[in-house]
Every structure is written in structure tokens, then in C-alpha cells.
């Protein structure tokens, strides 16, 4: 599966952003699919997931609230809807895939994308 994100930017405080993952190579609609993000001088941190089975979705606490997953099969695309962001959120965001349930934890997740930039401004 090779995964390519898209959507990040510059935007102020309050703001939103969407953030796009499309798969390519392998049927995606079998695979659950994260979000990660990773500020400098951090480790990578869970966002979100949703569970490829049931569509169940999963929120870091931060976000929870704030950001919504979702997917569209019919697209091979994942979304990370992001609403009233804040600086904190600025990072690089990745989408990953994942044969399995799914995770918070990155090392479960076998493909990953280019990453995204998102700056919040406050």
C-alpha cells in the first residue's frame, strides 16, 4: 500500500484544516488507517484511527472533540478533519495503514506516507 498525504498548511488559531490520504497498490478499504503527528524535538504521537472492520473510530485526547476521521472506500482516502486548532497541534502529520484492528500505536502500522506540515499561528 503506498499512501500519499495531502492538506496541511498555515492557518491561524481557530482555524481548520482537512487532511487527505490516498491509497494506492492494494485494496485499502481492508486496512484500518492512523493519523500520527510528530512536532520537533517530540516523538511521533497518536491522533486518531478508524477500525477498517466496523468503522469504529479512536482520539487522542488532545484532539478528541476537536478532529474527525473518516474514510472513503469507493475514494481509497482517509481523512483527518481538523476544527478549532490550536499551536500545539503544529506538527508534521502522517497517515499510516494497517492490516489489523486498529492502533495507538505506531509500531503496529506497516505503511506509512510523506508526512504533511500543519502550522497553527496563534
Known amino acids: 500500500v503506498q499512501l500519499q498525504a495531502s492538506g496541511g498548511g498555515l492557518v491561524q488559531a481557530g482555524g481548520s484544516l482537512r487532511l487527505s490520504c490516498a491509497a494506492s497498490?492494494?485494496?485499502?478499504?481492508?486496512?484500518?488507517a492512523g493519523w500520527f503527528r510528530q512536532a520537533p524535538g517530540k516523538p511521533r504521537a497518536f491522533v486518531a484511527a478508524?477500525?477498517?472492520?466496523?468503522?469504529?473510530?479512536f482520539y487522542a485526547g488532545s484532539v478528541k472533540g476537536r478532529f474527525t476521521i473518516s474514510r472513503d472506500n469507493a475514494k481509497n482516502t482517509v481523512y483527518l478533519q481538523m476544527d478549532s486548532l490550536k499551536p500545539e497541534d503544529t506538527a508534521v502529520y502522517y497517515c499510516?495503514?494497517?492490516?489489523?484492528?486498529?492502533?495507538?500505536?505506531?509500531?503496529?502500522?506497516?505503511?506509512w506516507g510523506q508526512g504533511t506540515q500543519v502550522t497553527v499561528s496563534s
Open positions: 499510516a495503514a494497517s492490516p489489523r484492528g486498529a492502533s495507538t500505536s505506531y509500531s503496529l502500522y506497516d505503511y
Open positions: 497498490g492494494r485494496t485499502f478499504s481492508s486496512y484500518s
Open positions: 478508524i477500525r477498517w472492520s466496523d468503522g469504529s473510530t
